[in-house]
């Protein structure tokens, strides 16, 4: 692969903007073999704030129109972390300058906007990437692996769960994830990660049974005032799934489980064995095999090291392990050497388009008392 230097525009200055931005300065140092990220623009709704990101950042300058960086020809990638209102067209107009895109998860509110965001990156030939980070965990990938190599034998069931709690508290703010504007609630801010996570290590789900429910049922407008908006997107969602393999399987996402912070975990269960996972403990993988002694049996606990990539850029020791931020930088590497070899290493707009699709079945499914819907 010929080295290259790929310029940097990023649309957001938040959580997920701070993120990508670490990410992006992280990659090389762990990643020698990808282009060179320069982070050249960095766009807020807020000049200043703007601003004041690209000097803590580390981007050569700042905007308060996020226009301006799809109009700079000196930036090759856009990377978008605004509220999914947004997501559509920003993303349409990088994709229109000719400009590799990632953007934050979900895609887009609706199923039709992801479509038609998917169709125009796929004419045009950018590349293009989704933040679902989580997966490029080397435990993830491991699992992946090993249930592909037959090692827990046939598959008989899987469970997920992505269960946090920011926004348990009844009388937490009215905010932009509960605008029912910018698609459903918890079903795709959290949903969207373990359907995600099913899809990577067993395939696609081709039915949903689900039951959706909105626990708090109005939240104040403003810091102390009496006015309350009606919440009109869920906060618990309860998927009962089928995979193409023909083995069922059950979702969970919850963004009102009190004292869970990142309890994004799940179970896969075969023949001849299973695998454990909570982001929890992101560097445990637990391993039960079956057959073997009784007095002995349980799982065992599979410790993250340099012989699960690509631990060993990061840390050159097992036992001490990877954080949040090396899970973005490992999904950015990936996105920037797809951009390289002109091929996504994913997930991409496509997969996006088809997590989105679950998303969409489960809520059909839940205004159907509960009624399968086939995918």
Not at 199 to 216: C, M, Y
Not at 297 to 314: L, S, W
């Amino acid at each position: 692969m010929s080295k290259k230097k790929l310029g940097i525009g990023l649309i957001g200055t938040g959580f997920m903007g701070k993120a990508h931005a670490f990410a992006y300065r992280s990659a090389l140092a762990a990643f020698p073999d990808i282009p060179t990220p320069e982070l050249r623009m960095v766009a807020d709704v807020n000049a200043e704030g703007a601003a004041k990101a690209a000097q803590q950042y580390g981007f050569a300058s700042s905007t308060g129109n996020w226009r301006d960086i799809i109009a700079n020809p000196d930036i090759d990638v856009v990377s978008i972390t605004t509220p999914n209102t947004f997501h559509k067209e920003m993303t349409l107009a990088a994709i229109a300058a000719g400009k590799h895109v990632h953007c934050e998860k979900p895609l887009s509110p609706t199923l039709a906007d992801s479509e038609e965001m998917v169709k125009a990156a796929e004419a045009k030939k950018v590349i293009t990437q989704v933040g679902f980070n989580y997966i490029k965990n080397p435990m993830l990938k491991l699992a992946r692996e090993m249930i592909a190599a037959g090692e827990l034998g046939e598959i008989t069931g899987f469970r997920g769960i992505h269960a946090e709690d920011y926004m348990h508290d009844p009388e937490g703010l009215y905010t932009w994830r509960l605008d029912p504007v910018g698609g459903p609630g918890v079903v795709a801010d959290l949903g969207s990660h373990i359907i995600c996570m099913a899809r990577f290590l067993l395939g696609k789900i081709t039915h949903v049974n689900a039951d959706i429910e909105t626990i708090v049922k109005s939240r104040p407008k403003a810091v102390g005032s009496k006015e309350r908006v009606p919440v009109l997107v869920d906060d618990i969602a309860r998927l009962m799934v089928r995979f193409e393999g023909g083995f069922g399987g059950t979702l969970e996402a919850n963004w009102v489980k009190t004292g869970r912070k990142m309890q994004l975990a799940f179970e896969v269960h075969g023949s001849k064995g299973s695998l454990y996972f909570t982001q929890e403990r992101l560097n445990e993988l637990q391993f039960y095999k079956a057959g073997g002694d009784g007095r002995t049996a349980g799982f065992t606990t599979i410790e993250a090291g340099p012989q699960h990539p690509p631990y060993g850029g990061f840390i050159v020791a097992a036992g001490h392990q990877l954080g949040f931020n090396d899970l973005k930088t490992i999904e950015m590497a990936e996105f920037l050497r797809g951009i390289a070899h002109g091929k996504a290493e994913g997930p991409d707009f496509r997969e996006a388009y088809e997590i989105q699709k679950v998303v969409e079945a489960a809520l059909a499914s839940s205004r159907q008392a509960a009624s399968r819907v086939t995918i």
